[in-house]
């Protein structure tokens, strides 16, 4: 059986289901999974797991992202992207310049709350955003707190600007440029969108489906490399057998919510500390 990770550059008017799809086709196994939905619209870094990777999907979901953005400015629509109806539109605005741009994004950085889109698949009661917007059904979307560690502005025109961002998970970056619109008194939506990273899955090592094929099983990433983020911590052979099956091993180690466990050079899963104690939380069985 096939394991590990694959980088894959998604391209844009694909959603990620179909991209697993595509995935289970050309390894023909059914246990396939992505870190981190990406829109259709979007583009750029997708990690995709097989097999036993798919336990492991979590911790990389967890990691930080960073997205390339085009903001269109002058027009809104209801979606927060060019799919969407729209729904406000200036005409002979004054574009920002790049300075004042900088200026308001500095607003956007640290810890902010956000309103993720209506058109988007995050659970209302149940049901998805996107199902509910379509059917123009009123609700609510709830706001949640996320971190933007970096917004630079890379490239400005007459009526568009790209900016650099580097966030946490859960951040809508459609969310961002209707945000960034209100705080310049314009309509804006956005245009285009690269993600160029996910934790240690960057965007000029991804592979195209066509790339994917070429390589087949050589194209896959081992699950403890990409993994990296966690602290390693190598377990005594002795005490294999009782981590994989779930018993605690006493060890002099401060607490650790996430470990990579190694024990004679083999990856063995993802382990915490508490009170002293080794557990297994994921095991490579």
């Known amino acids: 059986m096939i394991d590990g990770f694959i980088n894959l550059n998604k391209p844009s008017g694909m959603t990620s289901h179909d991209a697993v799809n595509h995935v289970r086709r050309i390894f023909s196994t059914r246990k396939v999974g992505h870190a981190g939905t990406l829109d259709p619209l979007a583009s ?110 890379i490239a400005s025109d007459k009526n568009s600007a790209t900016i650099e961002i580097d966030c946490s998970k859960g951040t809508y970056v459609r969310s961002l440029a209707i945000d960034l619109g209100e705080r310049l008194n314009l309509p804006a939506t956005l245009k285009n969108l690269i993600r160029l990273r996910v934790g240690d899955f960057d965007l000029k090592n991804s592979l195209t489906f066509d790339e994917i094929k070429k390589f087949g099983e050589d194209c896959l990433l081992p699950i403890e490399n990409c993994l990296n983020r966690l602290p390693i911590f190598e377990l005594d ?44 939380s994921k095991i490579m069985s």
């Open 44 to 153: 750029g870094v997708l990690p995709i797991a097989i097999n036993r990777a798919t336990k492991f999907i979590e911790y990389v979901i967890d990691c930080c992202k960073s997205y390339r953005a085009e903001i269109l400015f002058g027009t809104a629509t209801d979606s927060g992207d060019l799919e969407g109806k729209i729904i406000s539109r200036a005409e002979n605005f004054h574009m920002p310049t790049v300075d004042e741009l900088n200026d308001a994004l500095k607003d956007f950085v640290g810890e902010i709350e956000q309103t993720p889109p209506k058109f988007s698949a995050i659970k209302i009661h149940g049901r998805k955003a996107y199902d509910l917007a379509k059917k123009n059904i009123d609700f609510e979307m709830p706001r949640r707190l996320v971190k933007i560690f970096r917004l630079e502005v």
């Open 237 to 280: 052979e002795r005490r294999i057998r009782a981590f994989m099956n779930g018993l605690p091993t006493n060890v002099r180690a401060a607490d650790e919510k996430f470990l990579r466990i190694i024990s004679g050079g083999k990856f063995l899963g993802v382990g915490r500390i508490e009170g002293g104690e080794l557990r297994s």
